[in-house]
Each structure stands twice: as structure tokens, then as C-alpha cells.
């Protein structure tokens, strides 16, 4: 118990000398003072963006390659709308030599 008492004796101390005595502290006391403002930004949530085979065979260009650029062209304007669009990618990428 006398451990424990000591080290937080100390860690206080520390602390202390840290923030009252530090000489570099006082070089940084230096408050520049901003005008209230309000910043905004604009969030978008979208639930599962989903690739079945009809999504998948849609976006094919060659073999292993692909362009889904079509299947969001009617939701692009809400999408690109926000500062940040965040959705839940729902479909396999591993490949086929990947196969779990």
C-alpha cells in the first residue's frame, strides 16, 4: 500500500512541476483568439451497396474487368451530394482463386 501511495504521490509532483515550472510552457501561454464561426458538413448514409449477378454482368467490360459507373448514375446527384457518403459494400472481391 505504501508503493502505490508513494507513486501516486509522485505522479502528482511530476505533474505539477510539469505544468507550473515548465519554462516552455510559458513560451507557448500565447492565446491567439478566434471569432466565433460555424463550420457545416454534409453526411450521407447509404445501407447495403449490393453486386448480384445482375449488377456483376452489367458492369462487364472484358473479362475481369468491369465499370459499375452505370449502376450509380441515377443516385450520383445524392451521393455526391454530401461532404462524406459512407455505404456497406455487400459482395465478394476475392476472386476466383480466392474461394472460401
Known amino acids: 500500500m505504501k508503493h502505490i501511495l508513494a507513486i501516486v504521490i509522485f505522479s502528482i509532483t511530476v505533474t505539477f512541476q510539469h505544468f507550473f515550472f515548465n519554462p516552455v510552457a510559458e513560451e507557448k501561454a500565447e492565446v491567439t483568439v478566434w471569432e466565433d464561426s460555424v ?3 454534409t453526411l450521407c448514409f447509404v445501407g447495403d451497396l449490393m453486386c448480384h449477378s445482375t449488377q456483376f454482368n452489367y458492369a462487364k ?16 446527384k445524392y451521393l455526391s451530394a454530401a461532404d ?10 476475392a476472386g476466383k482463386n480466392n474461394r472460401l
Do not use: C, H, P, Q
Open 39 to 41: 463550420l457545416t458538413a
Open 61 to 76: 467490360v472484358e473479362a475481369d474487368s468491369f465499370d459499375f459507373t452505370g449502376v450509380y448514375s441515377e443516385v450520383k
Open 84 to 93: 462524406l457518403t459512407i455505404g456497406n459494400l455487400e459482395t465478394v472481391i
